[in-house]
């Protein structure tokens, strides 16, 4: 029988984990030490592809502007947004946002007890629901977030391909038959999280302080960085196009973006194919304008180039017809509304 597959190394994983969680794991996060299913959840959807560090400040600011789940359900999107706006992933916001109205319009403003139960709801996905029942409702299910695949992974010597969904599965299994009994789910669900974050790290593993490196199949490799194994690897793709800054009086003209798409229900700045584009749209129109240094915004999948050109209207002259549907607002009313981070940092440039 292989080391990854004997029958001892079960309930050995959890209580080292579960002792080095008292002593070394993170302690001071903001959402922990919580049963509330509602801040838990949040820290949750705002930690998914965020930093903890980026996170911290969005999470009390949310907080304290949405202090419950019923709070966040009366609240307009545009508000949602406004306060998510820098932190990225739109969508999250927009499930958050229609999560909550489903909590309080179906469950009566709680949260379902269990697993299955949560993930029923719009936007909780399988591994969110998980630790909402763990640290919530003390189910004894696991978690499977990038950083738990990434220990277990490793020190089970799981070489599934976690491209496919079947692959997936059974190291799902693998976790579930680790747990430990429920008094200890919290600090053992809260140690594989730390130890990802902080020791297991993707490229730079720090074997020497692992808990479960005496046992760790991928450490006794040689190359633990090598697991775990995901082979569809997506090929980022190359975007640009061109941003009208009209300014008038002291107003910006801004758009609301459509959805589907990229920033869906976000404000900005009206967009065009290309420079070109933009350049024979404004031909003739009376102002000036003036080219911008080009913006550089990183999503998921594509680098996206952004060239604004910021066109200073006369205070007196109608509104350009061919703009469509939009509106005029102050500096401040910009800053107030769902912006995407690099519209909004470029408003933040602007001088009063």
């Not at 909590?103 to 403003?109: D, L, N, T």
């Not at 993930?119 to 640290?135: M, R, V, W």
């Not at 789910?185 to 809260?190: D, F, G, R, S, W």
């Not at 933009?278 to 911008?292: F, I, M, N, R, S």
């Amino acid at each position: 029988m292989s080391r990854a597959s004997a029958p001892h190394r079960a309930p050995d994983i959890a209580t080292r984990v579960v002792a080095w969680q008292r002593h070394h794991g993170r302690h001071d996060l903001p959402w922990q030490g919580t049963r509330d299913p509602f801040r838990v959840w949040l820290s949750e959807v705002m930690l998914q592809q965020t930093q903890v560090a980026t996170v911290r400040s969005y999470y009390a600011r949310f907080l304290q502007r949405f202090p419950d789940v019923r709070a966040l359900a009366a609240a307009p999107l545009d508000e949602v947004l406004a306060l998510w706006s820098g932190l990225g992933y739109y969508s999250r916001a927009r499930n958050l946002h229609r999560c909550a109205q489903v909590v309080v319009a179906e469950h009566g403003g709680a949260f379902p007890a269990t697993r299955d139960g949560l993930a029923q709801l719009p936007g909780i996905g399988e591994s969110t629901a998980a630790a909402i029942a763990a640290f919530c409702f003390d189910e004894r299910v696991a978690i499977l977030d990038g950083n738990v695949k990434r220990v277990l992974a490793r020190a089970l010597g799981f070489e599934g391909d976690l491209a496919s969904a079947v692959e997936q599965r059974r190291l799902w299994d693998r976790a579930q038959a680790l747990l430990p009994p429920a008094p200890q789910m919290v600090a053992y669900t809260q140690g594989l999280m730390d130890l990802g974050a902080s020791v297991c790290s993707a490229r730079r593993p720090d074997c020497e302080r692992c808990p479960l490196a005496a046992d760790c199949v991928a450490h006794a490799s040689g190359s633990p960085e090598r697991l775990p194994l995901k082979s569809r690897r997506l090929k980022r793709g190359q975007r640009r196009h061109a941003l009208l800054w009209l300014r008038r009086g002291g107003r910006v003209w801004l758009v609301q973006r459509p959805a589907p798409g990229v920033w869906a229900g976000l404000w900005s700045l009206p967009q065009y194919e290309s420079s070109e584009a933009l350049a024979a749209a404004v031909a003739g129109w009376p102002g000036q304008g003036e080219w911008l240094p080009e913006l550089q915004h990183a999503l998921t999948h594509f680098d996206w180039t952004l060239a604004p050109l910021q066109w200073q209207w006369p205070a007196r002259a109608a509104a350009p017809a061919a703009l469509g549907d939009g509106r005029w607002v102050t500096r401040d009313e910009a800053l107030a509304l769902g912006l995407a981070a690099p519209i909004r940092r470029l408003l933040e440039s602007a001088a009063d």
